[in-house]
């Protein structure tokens, strides 16, 4: 395979039957690679626990093979302009239409949105920014009501933080097709 820089593709299907583990090597060299082209997954099977997997190791998109073309067409493009798009039906949902951002995410929004993405429960997070678990509560409700997603979730497969620039102020910055997963 030639070096990342060898060539400028915005945007690369990989194909599951690749084997998992080479896939999710695959999107490791990508996500550690500056300018690499963004990752749509184009599976013929796919459990909800598989995409969340590809998600967080930096697919930008799940799609099944059995997709009608349109559907495929729609992926490309939402992940070509830089949105996340989840095939309907993949993680459990039936409804998916592009949620865009509503409104900037305050700093300590944006903290539980990354301790969130780690996986640890509302207590925890309470504990590591020195709040209470209601003032958790709270923060989870404002970021659901800015992005229009609803659930912890979501909110961990959104990539809400990663699409900030590095350095950069908190801003509307995504669009993305992730459904009300909770």
Known sequence: M????????????IDKSLGLEDVME?????????????????????SG?????LLRA?????????APLNVLMQCIESV???AS??????????????IPA??????????????????MSNKAIAAELGIRVGTVK???RHIFEKTGIHGRYGVALSGLRSKLPPGAAPSPVFESTVRNLA
């Open 49 to 53: 626990a598989e995409a969340v997997r």
């Open 58 to 66: 930096g697919a930008a998109g799940v799609i099944r093979k059995t």
């Open 102 to 119: 509503r409104r900037t995410l305050t700093r300590r929004e944006l903290e539980i949105v990354e301790l969130v993405e780690r996986g």
């Open 80 to 82: 070509a302009k830089g």
């Open 138 to 140: 709270i923060h989870l």
């Open 2 to 13: 030639p070096a990342i820089d060898e060539w400028s593709p915005h945007l690369a299907v």
């Open 85 to 98: 798009w989840i095939e309907d039906g993949v993680i459990g949902s039936t409804d998916a239409k592009p």
């Open 26 to 46: 695959c999107l490791r060299t990508l996500r550690d690679s500056p300018g690499a082209p963004r990752a749509v997954i184009w599976a013929t099977s796919i």
